[in-house]
Nanobody, 126 residues
């Protein structure tokens, strides 16, 4: 059984930075496509970033490109999301997700991921 647990969500002012972590247990971490999604109240779940395997490129949603950086541990089961230049529009619950190896065109689709964490809340406000 694969389990994911996010942490790091807090209240930050606009322009601030924040780092989220996701610990992964069970399964074979290095084979998973890992991703971050977020969901704001009343909105659909939005793709943030995804990495298919250590050593491969990472893909980002248009709204976070250039501000957010996703990384994953090479040996330990963990992924991280470094968020800079935060905006009020970044306020959401952030979820970590794991799935099988996906084609590039599918990495932004939540339904392609089999395992999800419970989420961590990020609030950007002055």
């Amino acid at each position: 059984q694969v389990q994911l647990s996010e942490s790091g969500g807090v209240l930050v002012p606009p322009g601030g930075s924040l780092s989220l972590s996701c610990q992964v247990s069970g399964g074979t971490f290095k084979t998973y496509t890992m991703a971050w999604f977020r969901q704001a109240p009343g909105k659909e779940r939005e793709f943030v970033a995804s990495n298919r395997r250590v050593g491969e490129g990472t893909y980002y949603g248009d709204t976070v490109k250039g501000r957010f950086t996703m990384s994953r541990g090479r040996t330990e089961g963990a992924v991280y999301l470094q968020m800079n230049s935060l905006r009020p529009g970044d306020t959401a619950v952030y979820y970590c997700a794991a799935g099988p190896r996906l084609i590039i065109s599918a990495i932004g689709q939540p339904r392609m991921y089999h395992y999800w964490g419970r989420g961590t809340h990020v609030s950007v406000s002055s």
